[in-house]
């Protein structure tokens, strides 16, 4: 089944502790991109991605990383998560850049 | 700073009913409007979209009108279902140094009743 996969669907941590969700998609698409959906404020984009090694910042970038050295694979990363990080991430990919997004299901963040 | 302005934020529409969602944008880079459908618990999913170059798109009961020089577009849901409530976004596309930067619209919750 065609599908973009997070990991994990819930987390909860404390302030400062690094932590990695990871997403996967098994369609060999190009472009892939990550979320974090708030109420009121729809989705923003924390960071986006073409092809392997090719990133650039979205809206909201400030606090985390991420990497794309393989063409299926997107973690984001917060090095030092604060409270103001809690929020619902969706990892996207796309298999052109005129063409819509696939979104994987999710991870809920609560950082206390 | 939000780009893309949506209306209303929810939406109470009968059974067969129409329902309509607005959005604005300012960035006239903007190149590619979809919308979006949420569902509780899913992500978002691709329901259509549309380009600068067409005024009209109709896919189904589901039409997206497109007014260029008014920097607006819009969502109708014809003949309103149960199934179809759910959260609509708009978002509006602009290419970036890595793909497609994205913006969406704050959303809005529709609620069919039956």
């Known amino acids: 089944e065609a599908q973009v996969t997070q990991n994990p669907r819930y987390l909860i941590t404390v302030t400062g502790k690094k932590l990695t969700v990871t997403c996967s998609q098994n369609?060999?698409?190009?472009?892939m991109s990550w979320y974090r959906q708030d109420p009121g404020l729809g989705l923003r984009q924390i960071y986006y991605?073409?092809?392997?090694?090719?990133?650039d910042k979205g809206d909201v970038p400030e606090g985390y990383k991420v990497s794309r050295k393989e063409k299926r694979n997107f973690p984001l990363i917060l090095e030092s998560p604060s409270p103001n990080q809690t929020s619902l991430y969706f990892c996207?990919?796309?298999?052109?850049?005129?063409?819509?997004?696939?979104f994987g299901s999710g991870t809920r963040l609560t950082v206390v | 700073q939000q780009q893309v302005k949506q209306s209303p934020q929810s939406l109470i529409v009968q059974k067969g009913g129409i329902s309509i969602i607005n959005c604005a944008y300012e960035?006239?880079?903007?190149?590619?409007f979809p919308w979006y459908q949420q569902f509780p618990g899913k992500g978002p999913a691709l329901l259509i979209a549309?380009?600068?170059?067409?005024s009209e798109k109709k896919e189904g009961r589901f039409t997206i009108s497109f007014n260029k020089s008014a920097k607006q577009f819009s969502l109708h849901i014809m003949d309103s279902q149960p199934g179809d409530s759910a959260t609509y976004f708009c978002?509006?596309?602009?290419?970036?140094?890595?793909?497609?930067?994205?913006?969406f619209g704050g959303g809005t919750r529709v609620l069919v009743k039956p």
């Open positions: 996207a990919s796309s298999l052109t850049s005129d063409y819509g997004y696939t």
């Open positions: 369609m060999n698409h190009e472009y």
């Open positions: 991605s073409m092809n392997v090694e090719v990133t």
């Open positions: 960035n006239t880079a903007f190149d590619y």
């Open positions: 549309i380009r600068p170059d067409v």
């Open positions: 978002a509006a596309s602009s290419r970036g140094a890595a793909g497609n930067k994205l913006t």
